[in-house]
């Protein structure tokens, strides 16, 4: 599976923006979807999770209520909506898979995750 991100953009603080990850194969049902990101000098953080067959999702905080991860199993794609974005979210914005979480809980770590999209630019002007 390779997957590639797309939708990063330039906004202004309060905008909106929407990140696309497709797959290049089916995602399996068991597997986990992670948006995680990185900003310039700093950690790469986790943002959203997503397990495929249930849709259920876990947020970091900093997120919760501006941030939706959702996904396409028509279409092998999961989503990023964005709103009311802040400058603090200006990062690169990475998807990844995790193909064998054998029915443990989401996790925020990114070394749980197998494979990663290339990243997609997000930048928020004050």
């Known amino acids: 599976v390779q997957l590639q991100a797309s939708g990063g953009g330039f906004v202004q603080a309060g905008g909106s923006l929407r990140l696309s990850c497709a797959a290049s194969a089916p995602i399996l049902s068991n597997y986990h979807m992670g948006w995680f990101r990185q900003a310039p000098g700093k950690e790469r953080e986790f943002v959203a999770a997503l397990t495929w067959r249930e849709g259920r999702t876990l947020y970091t905080d900093s997120v919760k209520g501006r941030v939706t991860i959702s996904r396409d199993n028509a279409k092998n794609t999961v989503y990023l909506q964005m709103n009311s974005l802040k400058p603090e979210d200006t990062a690169v914005y990475y998807c990844?898979?995790?193909?064998?979480?054998?029915?443990?809980?989401?996790?925020?770590?990114?070394?749980?995750?197998?494979?990663w999209g290339q990243g997609t630019q997000v930048t928020v002007s004050s």
């Open positions: 990844a898979v995790r193909q064998n979480p054998n029915k443990t809980p989401l996790a925020t770590s990114g070394a749980y995750f197998d494979l």
